[in-house]
């Protein structure tokens, strides 16, 4: 990130080496690019990046908006943005956090262009995957269940094939499997199962929480599988909000007829 800002804000350098310190890929990466917005943004109105005022920043959002960007990045670059200005404040480089009076962009679940599985076609895949091999296997599994339960293990056990050492996924050549690897295997893997969305490795993080939720699983309890700080995150994975099986209101009707015939 050394080329992102100036020579001599050697203050914002330590702040974001620090901020990405803490993060691993693809998080990291998609920290960056977020960043860069950030700080190209900063370079253009003269602005130091650390000493940015709750008005700048409302002033940024104004300019990401008549830059065209979609609500949804514009929101998850202004929340990165936040989340490092709270870290250098925990880091001692700043005071406060001016990010926190901002009024954060907000994103209707129905705007989010996010790609997520039904279970049944969470299903099809595994079956596919599991068809096609220990390797494609250990991939949608480790993609999409996060954790190890038992048919986890034993596809990571298949895809390792007895060695205890170098990557579990591996490419045609027996190297490490990269991330683009793994978005054209998923993606032959989703052809060969029927299903026609556009799926990344990400999409199985997203297919993980939301079939976990529909399934009832607990927020809480899906927020520490997700690994996620703030519960909120967890709800932004959660692509199956509109769907009225789930609404309130059936739960609320169950119970008072109970009570009625009772």
């Given at each position: 990130m050394s080329e992102l800002v100036p020579s001599y804000l050697d203050i914002t350098k330590l702040a974001i080496a620090g901020f990405l310190a803490r993060c691993r890929e693809p998080t990291a990466g998609s920290y960056r690019v977020d960043l860069r917005c950030y700080l190209r943004w900063c370079g253009e109105v003269e602005v130091d990046p650390l000493r940015v005022t709750r008005a700048q920043l409302e002033l940024f959002v104004r300019a990401m908006e008549a830059g065209e960007y979609a609500p949804a990045t514009i929101a998850r670059r202004f929340c990165t943005v936040a989340t490092f200005l709270k870290y250098a404040v925990i880091d001692g480089l700043i005071p406060n956090n001016p990010a926190d009076a901002v009024t954060r962009p907000k994103v209707?679940?129905?705007?989010?262009?996010?790609?997520?599985?039904?279970?049944?076609?969470?299903?099809?895949?595994?079956?596919?995957?599991?068809?096609?091999?220990?390797?494609?296997?250990?991939?949608?599994?480790?993609?999409?269940?996060?954790?190890?339960?038992?048919?986890?293990?034993?596809?990571?056990?298949?895809?390792?094939?007895?060695?205890?050492?170098?990557?579990?996924?591996?490419?045609?050549?027996?190297?490490?499997?990269?991330?683009?690897?793994?978005?054209?295997?998923?993606?032959?893997?989703?052809?060969?199962?029927?299903?026609?969305?556009?799926?990344?490795?990400?999409?199985?993080?997203?297919?993980?929480?939301?079939?976990?939720?529909?399934?009832?699983?607990?927020?809480?309890d899906m927020q520490v599988a997700m690994r996620h700080a703030d519960p909120r995150t967890t709800m932004r994975y959660d692509m199956a909000q509109a769907n009225l099986d789930r609404h309130a209101a059936h739960a609320v009707a169950a119970y008072l007829a109970g009570m009625s015939s009772g």
């Open positions: 209707e679940w129905q705007g989010q262009n996010r790609t997520v599985l039904h279970p049944l076609e969470f299903a099809a895949l595994l079956a596919a995957a599991r068809a096609s091999g220990g390797n494609d296997h250990a991939l949608v599994a480790l993609l999409g269940m996060i954790v190890l339960p038992i048919p986890v293990l034993r596809a990571i056990r298949e895809a390792t094939d007895g060695r205890d050492h170098g990557p579990i996924l591996t490419n045609t050549f027996g190297r490490r499997l990269d991330p683009g690897g793994a978005t054209r295997r998923l993606r032959r893997l989703c052809a060969r199962a029927g299903i026609d969305h556009m799926i990344s490795p990400h999409s199985l993080r997203r297919t993980f929480c939301t079939t976990g939720l529909v399934a009832g699983v607990p927020i809480r």
